[in-house]
């Protein structure tokens, strides 16, 4: 409903070439650039009373920087082309996989917009370092998977989760879910077994 924070808006940064990142966040007029036919609403505005979920943040384009800040301090933001400055109150949360203070150290995240971002700072440990969560997160996120892409839902076999468990998982959690994804697609029986795993998994 319209009430409380109704929308969840996510825009993964690393995803957007950096000369849509602006038109993509905030928005663009009719004739702003060559394609604009029509006027469009960026995801702080499709996001306002919700959430916009900012995930691999280090990405934004250091010339975008200053205009998500002023977003941040302000709420306030203009569509490409407009002379009118818009409002959202639009939560943000944000995420990466970068060490940010690192980021900002390259000169690749401005300060201040690092420590606008950064109120409440959350470290998850990648998935190597809790190997005793692995079990749970896939068989939650094969429920998901199977309901996304309207599949059969799977049951782990025993040597499956063993394989899953003891793996590294470099990539963390979007590799699991590639490799569950894959697994679901390709799978030879109901439940998931050693063999319906990749290589390095296995």
């Not at 499709?46 to 934004?60: I, K, P, Q, S, W």
Request: a negative charge; charged letters at 25%.
């Amino acid at each position: 409903g319209a009430s409380g924070r109704a929308s969840f808006v996510a825009l993964n940064c690393a995803a957007i070439p950096p000369s849509l990142f602006e038109s993509e966040l905030f928005g663009y007029m009719r004739g702003a650039f060559t394609d604009a036919r029509r006027d469009h609403a960026g995801l702080v505005e499709v996001a306002a009373n919700g959430t916009l979920f900012l995930d691999e943040v280090a990405e934004v384009p250091l010339a975008s920087q200053p205009k998500l800040l002023r977003f941040l301090q302000d709420g306030e933001f203009r569509r490409l082309g407009d002379t009118d400055v818009r409002r959202s109150s639009a939560r943000l949360i944000a995420a990466t996989n970068r060490d940010p203070e690192e980021e900002v150290a390259a000169g690749r995240l401005r300060e201040d917009l690092f420590y606008r971002l950064n109120i409440v700072h959350l470290h998850i440990a990648p998935l190597r370092e809790r190997p005793v969560d692995i079990p749970a997160l896939a068989i939650q996120l094969l429920t998901r998977l199977a309901d996304r892409y309207q599949l059969d839902h799977a049951d782990l076999a025993p040597d499956a989760l063993a394989a899953l468990t003891a793996y590294q998982w470099p990539g963390n959690i979007r590799e699991l879910e590639n490799v569950l994804a894959r697994a679901l697609a390709l799978r030879s029986g109901s439940t998931l077994t050693l063999r319906d795993l990749p290589p390095q998994v296995s």
